[in-house]
């Protein structure tokens, strides 16, 4: 049997690299350990979020499966931060997991180019520092040409449950240990993370009475910018609270806690800290807000949101009954800890290609970061690149002013990851251009150019666009006679405080904008917001120029004395593609870039690349 | 890389009292040409005697410059060399003025890196250049943090953490709107806001743009008590400001004026006499000495010849080993020649004056050895960073002023986080200008570390 590309796990990295493949018409393999794996969630039944939901956007931009099956699967549908301006707006939808599994299933069935394999992978075959493919527990030598590894937290999974430890890939399954011991033979670093993931209780145990109810949007907003207008019968979550009860649980027990016990090694995401975590921590906090989240429409199993944690099974039991509401309930699945290896990604280019082994990729957990949207974006570049470079075209890097995608590449292959890595609105500089709502404006092109959507799809997502663009084209032409002003542009009366579309369209002298729902809100902002964008950009775009100026892969750092000691050390082991991502690196200072520039001068490196 | 056009002191001022400013890149003749209006076309590669003069017709200084067209200049740019009085105030003009009208700041080793670059020198000397570069950074630093010592650091360093904190609240909101944290209220960020602008127009008024800075070095006279400091003081302004007495520790605050020696402005600083133990008025006083002492340009450390190095004093001295300083060797018309405490001074002859503040003898001199050691001898780069950092912080301040004007506004209509973001950033971003520090950068670990994170 020979592929083309063998993408290994069919997690949410995996699932997205494999159709992106596919759909660039390589053939592709997918191996995953079982089928009942594809696009599982192990831990959040909630697709989106704060900044997550502008990956999902942008990953349905560049033709990705999520939003078309979060948008099927989803089962409350919120837009986050409505309150802020609409830069910062973020989606995010509860899900029906098993739903969305089967969604990602008859994705990847459908796909003609794609087959499905279950089995574990636990060697990697090469020639020569290149990939040619991988040893299968089952199927021994499958050869291909380029391999995208997305073994989420599998490769050497350890599980925590109080004293307990169980080698384990994630709950009920074991862990890939071959694999990674390959690996780390054949060269590759490996460092261990931890995470971890709340009980899930039986929903009929819990007294809802007593908690706040939580409702999605009255008028949901879809993922997908394929996806018309959603209907669906939403279901509400609901919210509770930890108190002096629960700490005091806590406390007392605190020493069979494998994170305090010393047990757990790894370093775990202080943004989603286990509740021993949490009271330890901030002791003067009386209370800790929970939320009860359904994890299918019909599933009989309930998400305690803001209960992780890996204390023993007995202690998780007193500390749920000790909360309001949850008096009576039963445990259906304890919450764990996780500890696995990830392969720290300053041994990676921003096309996700190992810099060791040529035509090795590595997307998703492995990589460092957490989350199943940081996972798909990963997955997809880790896709496209791999049938780009089959193709022999030049790779696909996005830019920190892109997408968020751009910010999360290039964050991996510039900073230490010491804790799992996960998007935030604030490490995007170019925050105010990166908004869920023109994510298709941004990344579109790119999604037709490498032909990963079919025509009558981007057609219809085109068109919309180009509405969008007349519409905004009249505003900065047509005048408007304003009470207090004269005439003025249409577009700077929008720009007012407290001035809606509406109130401008009503003044347009050839009549209102033919514009659908979500282009009219599309315009409306960019309009509100293209001061302070321009200001923004004016501010970001110090190193843009050295964005452009590549370093070889191979520069010399030891050799020049005048970089300092600790810029030497950092170039050495990033070893950064281009002069801005130089910069970027934590102790290296202007004069090292200066120094830098003079001695690519004199190796005649200067060329021009496409990033940024 | 040359799109922009740079400036710099290029030669720190010489014995004559000239310093020269380099422009180099497209618009530099422009920016000249500007700056000396009405004047007749440029001939290239020779000197002309003009007047230049600010955008509102103020006249800077009366100058000697040239132009260079490209390729043939010291870059291979467009340049203009200004040679003009060596004022610290008439430099930072003049390169304000430049940077007023399109130029931009030389980095260091800018000049030599374009001249590099454009092929001007040859292959083998790259490695000269980046070592030129990595030693003006260290000047650079070296100055910054010298500067830094004081109290302007600490103030900006304060405003800093102010901001910092409220920018974790802000983002914190944005990016953990679902979690149950602080949030920040409009009524705390324009109080902030407010009191941060007041206090960086402030800096502006005093430290950077009219204050000591922009007009001069600081030099310190310290010293034992009745080592004659004050009557030193006195002398070198030529008037009796400061009380001189008999009785040891008479002064208590310390006493600023100017003083010009040879074109320079300097401050010259007199403080408390320094003694083991005092009362407690005492030892405020010296304790205001010694930092004085510690953010100065030039130390003049004072003793009496009749007393000489005493224990107290080399000790005293030994605490400003690392810094800029001449010995004065006091009371000659006592003890002629300075005596035993002249011949064993502990810094050589070359950091050592003796002199009498009563006859008067010796001060010439003095005032030869100060010039040489700020202005001239081997602290030169160091006076030419001074320069730089001056103009730097002064542009980033006022960029930081700027920002929270807008902040301001934007409160006033009640803007939402991501655009109060944008101000603070900026804000932030300009202050560490002036810190060195990256603002940004470390608002998630200021997020993470004060407030409880994660569903
Ligand atoms: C307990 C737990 C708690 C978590 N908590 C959080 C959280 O709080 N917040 C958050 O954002 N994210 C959390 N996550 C992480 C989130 O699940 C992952 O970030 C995301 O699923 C990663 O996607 P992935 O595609 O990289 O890997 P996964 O979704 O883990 O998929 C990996 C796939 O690879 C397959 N595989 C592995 N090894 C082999 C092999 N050798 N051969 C063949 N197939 C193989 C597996 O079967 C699996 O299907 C948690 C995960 C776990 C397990
Ligand atoms: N003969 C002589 N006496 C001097 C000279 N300089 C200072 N004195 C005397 O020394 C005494 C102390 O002088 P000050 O100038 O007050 O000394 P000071 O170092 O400022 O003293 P404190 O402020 O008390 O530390 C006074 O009586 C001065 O007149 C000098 O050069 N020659
Ligand atoms: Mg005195």
Redesign the pocket.
């Known amino acids: 049997m020979k592929h083309d590309v063998i993408v290994v796990g069919g997690g949410h990295a995996g699932c997205e690299a494999a159709l992106a493949c596919a759909r660039m018409g390589v053939e592709t393999l997918l191996v995953t350990i079982s089928r009942g794996d594809i696009a599982r969630m192990p831990c959040n039944p909630a697709i989106g979020g704060l900044a997550k939901g502008q990956l999902v956007r942008e990953v349905d931009a560049l033709g990705g499966e999520m939003g078309l099956c979060i948008d099927r699967a989803g089962i409350q549908f919120r837009m986050l931060n409505r309150a802020k301006g609409p830069a910062v707006w973020s989606p995010r939808a509860q899900a029906d997991k098993a739903v969305y599994h089967e969604g990602m299933m008859s994705a990847i069935e459908a796909e003609k180019n794609l087959e499905l394999l279950e089995g574990e992978i636990t060697g990697l075959a090469m020639a020569g520092g290149v990939v040619t493919g991988v040893m299968s527990a089952e199927y021994g030598e499958l050869q291909a040409k380029k391999v995208i590894l997305a073994l989420g937290t599998f490769p050497n999974g350890l599980m925590h449950i109080g004293e307990k430890q169980i080698p384990g890939g994630r709950e009920g399954e074991p862990p890939s240990c071959g694999l990674s011991d390959r690996l780390s033979e054949a060269g590759i670093e490996r460092e261990r993370l931890k995470t971890g993931t709340p009980p899930r209780l039986v929903k009929g145990s819990i007294d809802f009475s007593r908690c706040e109810v939580q409702h999605g949007d009255e008028e949901p907003s879809p993922f997908s910018f394929r996806t018309g207008r959603l209907v669906v019968e939403q279901v509400p979550c609901h919210i509770t609270w930890t108190g002096e009860k629960t700490h005091a649980i806590i406390n007392a027990n605190i020493h069979r806690a494998p994170l305090f016990s010393g047990q757990i090694k790894g370093a775990g995401p202080r943004y989603c800290p286990s509740i021993e975590d949490k009271v330890v921590r901030f002791s003067e906090k009386p209370r800790h807000q929970i939320f009860l989240e359904p994890e299918g429409r019909d599933s009989e199993e309930i998400y305690v949101n803001g209960l992780s944690t890996s204390l023993p099974a007995d202690v998780q039991l007193e500390m749920v009954r000790s909360v309001p509401g949850l008096e009576g309930a039963e445990i259906a699945r304890y919450g764990y800890a996780i500890e696995y290896d990830f392969f720290p990604p300053h041994q990676i280019h921003s096309t996700l290609e190992s810099r060791k082994i040529a035509g090795l990729y590595f997307a998703g957990q492995v990589n460092g970061t957490s989350g199943y949207e940081e996972a798909a974006a990963q997955g997809l570049v880790a896709g496209i690149n791999a049938a780009l470079a089959l193709h022999g075209r030049t790779p696909f890097v996005l830019g920190r002013s892109e997408a968020y995608i751009g910010v999360l590449i290039d964050d991996l292959v510039t900073k230490e990851i010491r804790e799992p890595y996960r998007m935030f609105t604030s490490r995007a500089e170019y925050r105010l251009s990166l908004r869920q709502d023109n994510a298709d404006e941004r990344l579109l092109g790119y999604a037709v150019r490498f032909g990963l959507l079919p025509r009558g799809q981007w057609e219809g997502m085109i068109g919309a666009r180009k509405s969008v663009q007349r519409a905004r084209r009249r505003l900065e032409a047509e005048n408007v006679a304003v009470a207090d002003a004269g005439k003025m542009r249409a577009a700077r009366l929008l720009q007012r405080p407290g001035v809606s579309l509406e109130d401008v369209e009503r003044l347009l002298p050839d009549g209102p904008l033919a514009l659908g729902k979500r282009e009219r809100e599309s315009l409306e902002i960019y309009v509100k917001y293209r001061g302070y964008i321009r200001r923004q950009n004016r501010t970001a775009e110090k190193f843009k120029r050295m964005e452009r100026r590549r370093i070889p892969d191979d520069f010399p750092y030891v050799e020049i004395d005048a970089l300092s000691a600790e810029a030497r050390e950092m170039l050495g082991k990033f070893r950064p593609e281009t002069l801005g991502k130089a910069a970027r690196l934590a102790g290296v200072r202007n004069s090292d870039v200066s120094v830098l520039m003079v001695f690519l001068e004199k190796a005649g490196a200067w060329r021009d690349g496409d990033d940024g | 890389m040359h799109g922009d056009t740079i400036v710099a002191l290029s030669t720190p001022p010489g014995s004559s009292g000239i310093a020269v400013i380099r422009i180099s890149g497209p618009d530099a003749i422009g920016i000249l040409d500007t700056m000396a209006p009405g004047a007749r076309a440029w001939k290239p590669r020779t000197l002309h005697n003009r007047v230049l003069r600010d955008t509102g017709g103020e006249m800077l200084d009366d100058v000697v410059a040239a132009v260079f067209h490209g390729p043939n200049s010291y870059t291979g740019e467009d340049a203009a060399e200004i040679s003009c009085h060596g004022s610290m105030q008439i430099v930072s003009a003049i390169i304000e003025e430049s940077i007023g009208v399109g130029a931009r700041l030389a980095e260091p080793g800018e000049f030599t890196r374009r001249a590099y670059l454009s092929g001007k020198l040859d292959l083998a000397q790259a490695e000269a250049v980046a070592d030129l570069i990595a030693s003006e950074t260290r000047l650079q630093s070296q100055v910054a943090l010298e500067h830094l010592g004081g109290g302007l650091s600490k103030r900006i360093t304060a405003i800093e953490e102010r901001l910092r904190a409220k920018l974790a609240l802000v983002e914190a909101s944005i990016d953990f709107s679902e979690e149950d944290i602080e949030a920040y209220t409009m009524a705390d960020l324009v109080a902030v806001s407010d009191e941060t602008r007041r206090e960086i127009s402030e800096l502006l008024e005093s430290e950077v743009a009219g204050g000591k800075l922009r007009h001069g070095m600081r030099i310190t006279i310290t010293g034992p008590r009745n080592a004659g400091?004050?009557s030193l003081y006195n002398a070198l302004l030529g008037e009796e400001r400061?009380i001189?007495s008999p009785l040891p520790g008479?002064?208590r605050d310390v006493l600023r004026e100017r003083i010009h020696i040879g074109g320079f402005t300097y401050y010259l600083e007199?403080t408390?006499?320094l003694a083991e133990a005092g009362c407690e008025i005492e030892s405020e006083g010296m304790r205001r000495g010694r930092e004085a002492a510690s953010a100065a340009d030039l130390i003049l450390f004072v003793v009496d010849a009749g007393e000489g190095w005493t224990c107290g004093a080399l000790e005293e001295l030994e605490s400003h080993a690392d810094r800029n300083r001449l010995l004065v060797v006091n009371k000659t018309d006592l003890v002629p020649g300075g005596g035993e405490a002249a011949a064993g001074s502990p810094a050589g002859e070359l950091r050592t004056v003796t002199v009498s503040a009563v006859s008067g003898e010796g001060l010439g001199r003095l005032r030869e050895k100060i010039f040489e050691f700020t202005a001239n001898g081997e602290v030169s780069g160091v006076s030419r960073e001074r320069i730089a950092l001056n103009i730097r912080q002064g542009m980033a301040l006022r960029r930081a002023e700027e920002a929270l004007e807008r902040l301001g506004r934007e409160l006033g209509m009640n803007s939402p986080a991501e655009i109060l973001s944008l101000e603070i950033r900026e804000a932030l971003d300009a202050c560490g200008e002036v810190t060195g520090r990256s603002a940004a950068e470390d608002i998630l670990e200021e997020i993470f570390s004060n407030f409880c994170i994660g569903k």
Do not use: H, L
Request: without cysteine; charged residues 20%; neutral net charge.
């Open positions: 400091k004050s400061a001189v008479t002064t007199d408390a006499g």
